[in-house]
């Protein structure tokens, strides 16, 4: 069964206009967390927002937060006021906290292509 | 602060050969791994390590190996390279505890002929 799972291959979005890129997750451990990262047409990893299992409120990093529903399993990465330099591939990925080394894996999402528009 | 350095940043190879692609960090992170970007598929975990002289295997290990001699190092070696290989390759590394961020260097696109 798929860990992580995007299903929106791709989304449009005008400039300025918010938008929620979906993410789904798979787990049977209680501690985990789950993180969002952007990949530009370079191709680099940028990290964008992270969320804890135990988290009490949604995480916010400037004009990106984290709609986070435990009991759905759900984490989706909204953004607010989209920019043209967004438009880029974001990539779902979690960890999960179990036995050591466990924790060092970071399982990911297929990703979503998000393009802002004029 | 160099953070994570991946060399080479583009590779060609014919079938058969082998290379090893380089990983260094200087941010004295206990753990480092391997992922391999192929489209439509994310990234995918190879090997990983949670310290010097401890490696284990990933989801798709077969065809790589590795090794950690040091805290600032993880190679991964191709050893008979395959079309199939052809793929975007990061070296990720992390501190440990769950909330903190991986550091991913640049990437290095590997095409086999």
């Known amino acids: 069964a798929q860990k992580i799972t995007q299903t929106q291959p791709g989304m449009f979005v005008q400039e300025k206009e918010a938008v929620t890129l979906d993410c789904t997750y798979d787990?049977?451990?209680?501690?985990?967390?789950l993180f969002w990262y952007k990949q530009p047409s370079s191709g680099e990893m940028i990290f964008l927002i992270y969320?804890?299992?135990?988290?009490?409120q949604n995480a916010t990093e400037g004009r990106y937060s984290l709609n986070f529903q435990k009991a759905r399993k759900s984490a989706n990465l909204v953004i607010s006021a989209s920019q043209l330099g967004d438009s880029a591939m974001y990539f779902c990925?979690?960890?999960?906290?179990?036995?050591?080394?466990?924790?060092?894996?970071?399982?990911f999402g297929t990703g979503t292509r998000l393009q802002v528009t004029l | 602060n160099a953070g994570v350095t991946q060399t080479p940043k583009f590779q060609v190879l014919k079938t058969g050969q082998s290379m090893t692609l380089q990983c260094a960090q200087d941010?004295?992170?206990?753990?480092m791994s391997w992922y391999r970007q192929d489209p439509g598929m994310g990234l995918r975990l190879i090997h990983y390590?949670?310290?010097?002289?401890?490696?284990d295997q990933g989801e798709v290990p077969n065809g790589y190996n590795v090794s950690r001699s040091t805290t600032e190092d993880f190679p991964l070696r191709l050893l008979s390279a395959a079309p199939s290989q052809t793929s975007v390759y990061f070296c990720?590394?992390?501190?440990?505890?769950?909330?903190?961020?991986?550091?991913f260097g640049s990437g290095t696109r590997l095409t086999v002929v």
């Open positions: 941010m004295n992170h206990e753990y």
């Open positions: 990925a979690m960890r999960e906290g179990g036995i050591t080394g466990t924790a060092s894996k970071l399982t």
């Open positions: 969320q804890g299992s135990y988290d009490q």
């Open positions: 390590s949670v310290g010097a002289g401890i490696t």
């Open positions: 787990t049977s451990d209680p501690s985990y967390g």
């Open positions: 990720a590394t992390n501190r440990g505890g769950l909330s903190n961020g991986y550091t």
